[in-house]
């Protein structure tokens, strides 16, 4: 079965606490990309890979950092969590253009 | 202005009815359109991509308008499981994507 799989699905941690959000695809898609959604804003690009060793910034990417070591992998890394950074985070994957995206279950994270 | 604008709504409607969102963009060069449906705190879906031509999936009918830079997605018949946020979404094409606020509609029986 086709599936993009998000870890953990909640968490909660205090300020400054290095945290990681893991992502893992088995379709074998070259792009994946990181969003997070606030409330009345939508959809917020983080980070995005087209392919392995590949990043790029999305819209809001300070306070982030991404690895795309292997195709099917592509964490998030929060080196080190402000509650502004308190947001429902979604991962997403898709073949070449972005043409249609697959999205992860989410995680609601919280910084306290 | 944002890039991407929908009314937030909600919009409540009674079973049976027909809905229709609009969503505007402001970047002309945008290339792909679609809709994504979103039920409450769990991941977007995509709906249906939206042509020049016009496209229609069942009860869902979605266009684009290059000219005024407006999509719309008409919804007909509307079922209580229509609730949802629907979200309009944009591409410039390569890796950019720009997803709108989303509208929320709640089908009353």
């Not at chain 1, 086709?2 to 893991?22: D, E, F, M, S």
């Not at chain 1, 982030?64 to 991962?91: A, D, G, H, M, W």
């Not at chain 1, 073949?95 to 992860?104: C, D, I, M, Q, R």
């Amino acid at each position: 079965e086709a599936q993009v799989t998000q870890n953990p699905r909640y968490l909660i941690t205090v300020t400054g606490k290095k945290l990681t959000v893991t992502c893992s695809q088995n379709m074998n898609h070259e792009y994946m990309s990181w969003y997070r959604q606030d409330p009345g804003l939508g959809l917020r690009q983080i980070y995005y890979s087209m392919n392995v060793e590949v990043t790029d910034k999305g819209d809001v990417p300070e306070g982030y950092k991404v690895s795309r070591k292997e195709k099917r992998n592509f964490p998030l890394i929060l080196e080190s969590p402000s509650p502004n950074q308190t947001s429902l985070y979604f991962c997403a994957t898709g073949t070449g253009g972005s043409e249609k995206l697959f999205f992860g279950s989410g995680t609601q994270l919280s910084v306290l | 202005r944002k890039e991407v604008e929908q009314d937030p709504g909600p919009f409540n409607v009674p079973e049976g009815a027909t809905v229709a969102f609009n969503c505007t963009y402001s970047n002309s060069a945008s290339q792909s359109f679609f809709w994504y449906r979103q039920d409450c705190r769990k991941e977007p879906k995509l709906l249906m991509s939206v042509y020049s031509s016009g496209n229609e999936d069942g009860r869902f009918t979605a266009q684009l308008n290059r000219a005024s830079q407006y999509i719309s997605l008409l919804i007909r018949d509307s079922k209580l499981s229509d609730s949802a946020t629907y979200l309009c979404v944009v591409s410039t094409g390569g890796f950019k994507t720009i997803f709108g606020a989303g509208t929320r509609l709640f089908v009353k029986a």
